[in-house]
């Protein structure tokens, strides 16, 4: 299936966001509300504003904001519905008003009105779940990340493992970082533990509390390129009881 890019945050290449493309688009010719729920960073904002392109998109945690916005609108996109005060206040004004809505929510949020409020309502499943769409969003970041930093597209994916956690959101700022990061100096690198460590020193045991930030990479980034922990302690020049010792005081961490 060819990749619908809605905007610079949804990628339609996955039979389930395809799904919800499919549904975002009949939803622009029908003059119904609509709720969409998903995670943090599955792109449900972008499919809202994609179906309402010319509505204002105000969050529900800014309540007072958005009650000035509904007294002067016909259509609005409502970010973070769970995030509302009242949403009982809010289903008065736009049924009273006849006001289109297309809103969000993340996946768990029930309350009674829902279903007063929306006709049609659908989920927008974690990139766990949409794989296909996760490989080109990579290729949207590394993009994006080529045009901020001035370089050339390219970016070193053998050992890159995608954080979904946030969806999008943590993905980005992965791809973001490790673009940044893959073609770094000695010096650029000492001066980011520099800033990183500036404001946290200050016991007396600092070296040996922040040894780890040292140990921690090292063996990982070994492990990585030797594939076992004998061929490691050869390479570093340890004695195999002392690489075994560093690995469990750094267990949390590896």
Request: overall charge neutral.
């Amino acid at each position: 299936m060819a990749a619908r890019v809605v905007d610079a945050s949804y990628i339609a290449a996955s039979a389930s966001s395809a799904q919800a493309f499919k549904t975002a688009t009949l939803l622009k010719s029908l003059s119904v509300n609509s709720l969409i729920t998903g995670e943090l960073g599955v792109g449900k904002k972008s499919l809202a504003h994609y179906i309402l392109p010319d509505a204002p998109i105000l969050d529900a945690s800014n309540f007072k904001e958005l009650l000035v916005a509904l007294d002067s609108v016909s259509e609005i996109v409502i970010t973070n519905l769970e995030n509302s005060p009242n949403i009982n206040k809010i289903f008065d004004i736009v049924t009273s008003k006849n006001i289109r809505v297309i809103a969000t929510a993340k996946s768990s949020y029930y309350n009674e009105v829902i279903d007063k409020l929306f006709s049609i309502k659908f989920d927008i499943p974690p990139l766990s779940q949409r794989l296909e769409d996760v490989q080109l969003l990579i290729k949207k970041f590394v993009k994006e990340a080529s045009e901020l930093f001035y370089t050339k597209e390219e970016f070193n994916m053998k050992h890159f493992q995608p954080d979904l956690s946030q969806n999008s959101n943590s993905l980005r700022r992965q791809v973001m970082i490790s673009y940044l990061l893959q073609d770094i100096k000695d010096s650029e690198l000492m001066d980011i533990l520099e800033n990183y460590l500036v404001d946290k020193l200050g016991s007396n045991s600092d070296y040996k509390n922040f040894l780890y930030l040292y140990e921690v990479p090292l063996i990982k980034a070994g492990l990585q390129r030797f594939k076992s922990q004998l061929q490691l302690s050869d390479k570093l020049g340890l004695n195999r009881n002392t690489l075994r010792k560093k690995i469990s005081d750094n267990a949390d961490y590896l």
